[in-house]
């Protein structure tokens, strides 16, 4: 997948500013494809060189002159091409996991702080995910677009939940005594 797509993606859903494009995509697209202020902008002008995406500035803008980026048909097009095509599986790479093999290998390491403020870290991001989804997607009815969006945070819930689970069992390894 290409930074591109993603941000077609949140164009589509709402044409923007690349500052409120930047800002939004953090809060959304951004829990599971990561890219920073300065790549989003880059991808702007390499999408509206391409003919994707056309930027105008509104008449509201004032001094500012900020752009307000929209995705043209030609970007329509694209983003259908690449999600049309076979996506594979995430691959795993988790520098922590490495980390806890060498403490394998390496009895010495004692990595169980760690491991406690992973385990912190999956817990305020569950409660954060949990927190979304009480505010926009309990006790209504959704609409198909919602459903969707809803699974996906499930994907992230699940995921947060599978981690604190493994983490703590890992943890409690982690605090036992080693073997003699």
Not at 101 to 106: D, K
Not at 144 to 154: E, G, P, T
């Amino acid at each position: 997948m290409s930074l591109a797509h993603a941000v077609l993606v949140s164009l589509l859903e709402k044409s923007s500013s690349g500052y409120d494009l930047a800002r939004r995509f953090d809060k959304s697209i951004g829990y599971f494809w990561h890219a920073t202020h300065q790549q989003i902008y880059r991808e702007l002008a390499r999408m509206e060189a391409a003919g994707w995406i056309s930027a105008s500035i509104p008449l509201d803008a004032g001094k500012t002159r900020k752009k307000e980026y929209r995705v043209l048909p030609a970007g329509r097009a694209e983003l259908a091409r690449w999600a049309q095509q076979q996506a594979q599986p995430m691959d795993l790479r988790d520098e922590f996991t490495v980390k806890l093999r060498a403490a394998a290998a390496l009895p010495e390491l004692n990595l169980a702080a760690e491991m406690q403020r992973h385990l912190a870290l999956h817990e305020a991001r569950l409660a954060h995910y949990l927190a979304i989804e009480a505010r926009d997607f309990a006790g209504r009815e959704l609409l198909q677009a919602q459903r969707i969006q809803h699974m996906i945070l499930k994907k992230g819930i699940l995921y947060e939940e599978s981690e604190l689970a493994w983490g703590r069992d890992m943890l409690a390894l982690l605090q036992a005594a080693p073997d003699a």
